[in-house]
């Protein structure tokens, strides 16, 4: 059975065909720039019409989705005061405390994704509020593979960077950052964590257990600043809000999740960790298109 989208491409596609002809048998009906013209547009129509090639989600509503494993630790951090360090657009709110914010670490692992498996790590720079949502925002974002930042930047606009990234395995210790990047730092980053085989709750073949919740968690994600909100914005969007962010969509499940202990000590480029993470196994994270009202 034909499905609407495969209908759609039908019938433009015989579009094309039935003006392509005609400009061949009546072509004193068109001039010829205007039969060009209207065979571009077609053209046009077809294109969007096609799925893009990093699409690989099982819902049309929410066209990407990634599976793996991640490991988030929090953290106490600074509020960024320095001129050249990193923060939010103005019109995103830090929540701090005498100067001091929550941040943390994200290592994730992908098995599969848009485009084949690679490592990510985030450096979770503060808590945030804009509208009534609140959020964690990202400071930076690293990730192990060429394609992997190709697909960040022009998908979805993520200011991803191209890191060394390595996930050891060889340590039964618990997950410690080993070599964490620098906030300021401008050349490639070296990214080392050790105990990563704690990460896999499931052992190595994860796929077959069954994930929950069967819906998925929703969560709202604003790509271009690196953050991640609550999926309630209770306060209306305003004209005089000069940084409207563009947003999307994620729903999130998971077979397995475990607290685990991974005490480390303080450093510039980690903050004060706090000594419980979270391990999540078999995630699945899927990422709608974008949103029409943004954030």
């Known amino acids: 059975m034909m499905n609407g989208s495969n209908l759609v491409r039908a019938l433009v ?18 001039s010829q720039s205007s039969r060009v013209e209207t065979r571009r547009n077609l053209f046009n ?20 989705s990634f ?21 939010p657009p103005s019109s995103v709110t830090i929540l701090n405390l005498f100067g001091w914010t929550l941040g943390g670490t994200v290592a994730l692992e992908y098995d599969e994704s848009p485009v084949g498996p690679y490592k990510e790590y985030v450096t979770m720079g503060a808590a945030v509020f804009k509208r009534g949502a ?3 925002w990202g400071s930076k974002l690293f990730v192990s593979t060429q394609p992997a930042e190709d697909v960040c930047r022009k998908t979805w606009s993520v200011p991803a960077a191209l890191a060394n990234i390595d996930f050891g395995e ?16 401008p050349e490639k980053q070296n990214i080392r964590l050790s105990g990563w085989k704690n990460a896999r709750i499931l052992g190595e073949n994860p796929t077959s257990s069954k994930r929950f919740p069967a819906q998925g968690l929703p969560v709202l994600w604003t790509p271009s600043i690196k953050a991640l909100w609550t999926p309630f914005v209770p306060l209306p969007l305003t004209k005089s809000d000069t940084s409207k962010l563009p947003l999307h969509r994620l729903r999130l499940s998971a077979s397995a999740i475990r607290l685990t202990i991974c005490a480390q000590k303080p450093s510039d480029g980690l903050g004060i960790p706090i000594p419980i993470g979270l391990l999540v196994d078999n995630v699945l994270i899927e990422i709608s298109r974008q949103q029409e009202e943004p954030l």
Not at 16 to 28: A, D, M, P
Not at 45 to 64: A, R, V
Not at 171 to 178: G, N, Y
């Open 13 to 30: 596609s015989w579009l094309i065909l039935l003006v392509c002809v005609e400009g061949f048998s009546k072509s004193t009906v068109q």
């Open 45 to 64: 129509l077809l294109e969007k019409t096609q799925p893009s090639s990093t699409e690989n989600g099982l819902d049309p509503e929410y066209p990407w």
């Open 67 to 87: 599976t793996g494993r991640l490991w988030f630790r929090p953290a106490l951090t600074r509020v960024p005061s320095g001129p050249n360090d990193p923060r």
């Open 134 to 136: 609140i959020g964690q």
């Open 170 to 185: 060889d340590s039964t210790d618990s997950l410690t950052v080993q070599s964490a990047p620098g906030i300021r730092a």
